[in-house]
Every structure is written in structure tokens, then in C-alpha cells.
């Protein structure tokens, strides 16, 4: 079996995040959409939350499965027996951030990561800018899945 891990906060998923998934799922048996939880850093919505968008954006997709998790990505790919990391990649800057932890997880464990490009029309969508556009007030209609606009 072909299985992938997708990790992020995804504070919140994003078109972007669902695009990679939907074409993740093309590529692979399984994607294991992989919620990472990070204590040092401040989240917008609760563990639950992101992890009840992300589950009702794929209610109707059986190859994908959402977890999550503290520590080590490779760690979670080897109980998870997973052979692959998926990772998206917006730009430039996303690409050589992305390289170095490639590089090290590759140096650590055989996962290869695979990367796939945003499509064009999500390519400028983060997290960041989603919850900057909450933070102000702003319709985040075209930025996120519909499971996210009921919000809590």
C-alpha cells in the first residue's frame, strides 16, 4: 500500500491544503492527513475544530484519514507505516524550507517526501492570511473549504 502522510497545523486547511490532498489522493492508497501539535505555538482554533473541518471536508473519502500527533514526522510515518511525506509548495521560499527538512528526514529514516505544486488559483492562500482575514473581519468564502465557514 501506497501511503502518504500530509503534516501541518492547518490553523485552518485551506483550499490550498485541499487541493494537495484531492491530488494526493490520485497518487496514493492512503492519504494520512497528520495534525502536528506544537505547545509553543498559539493556535486560532482547537485541535478539535481543525481536526472536525479537515474530517468533514473528506466525509465522503474513504483514502483519506485524519490524525494527529506530537513529535517527529518520520516518527509518525514509521508507526503509521508510511514510506512517504506529501508536502505542498506555494513558492520559492516554501521550496527551500521545505528541501532542508527533506533533506534531514531523508538522513534520518528512508521516507522520500514528494512534493506537489498549488495550483495556480490557491497559490497565494496560507493559513496566516486566512486568520489574518478572520482576525479583521473579511469573508474567507474563496480561501477555505466549506466545513471551515461554520467555524465553531
Given at each position: 500500500m ?7 497545523s492547518?490553523d485552518p486547511?485551506?483550499n490550498?491544503?485541499?487541493d494537495i490532498?484531492k491530488?494526493?489522493?490520485s ?10 501539535i506544537?505547545?509553543e ?7 478539535e475544530?481543525?481536526?472536525?473541518f479537515?474530517e ?5 473519502e474513504p483514502?483519506v ?9 518520520i516518527d509518525?510515518?514509521k ?9 505542498g509548495?506555494?513558492n520559492p ?6 528541501k532542508?527538512?527533506a ?7 528512508q521516507i522520500?517526501?514528494v512534493?506537489?505544486?498549488?495550483a495556480a488559483r490557491?497559490s497565494?492562500?496560507s ?5 489574518d482575514?478572520l482576525?479583521n473581519?473579511g469573508?474567507?468564502t474563496?480561501?477555505v473549504p466549506?466545513?471551515?465557514?461554520g467555524?465553531?
Open positions: 501506497r501511503r502518504a502522510i500530509f503534516p501541518g492547518f486547511i485551506t490550498g491544503h485541499s490532498i491530488r494526493g489522493i497518487l496514493f492508497d492512503e492519504v494520512i492527513v497528520a495534525i502536528g506544537n505547545a505555538k498559539k493556535y486560532m482554533f482547537s485541535l475544530e481543525r481536526k472536525r479537515i468533514e471536508t473528506f466525509k465522503d483514502k484519514r485524519v490524525i494527529t500527533y506530537q513529535g517527529l514526522t509518525l510515518c508507526k503509521e507505516k508510511a514510506d512517504f511525506i506529501l508536502r509548495l506555494r521560499a516554501d521550496f527551500e524550507f521545505e532542508a527538512i533533506h534531514t528526514n531523508r538522513s534520518l529514516s522520500e517526501t512534493f506537489l505544486l498549488t490557491t497565494y492562500i493559513s496566516s492570511i486566512v486568520r482575514v482576525r473581519g469573508d474567507i474563496r480561501l466549506e466545513a471551515v465557514m467555524l465553531k
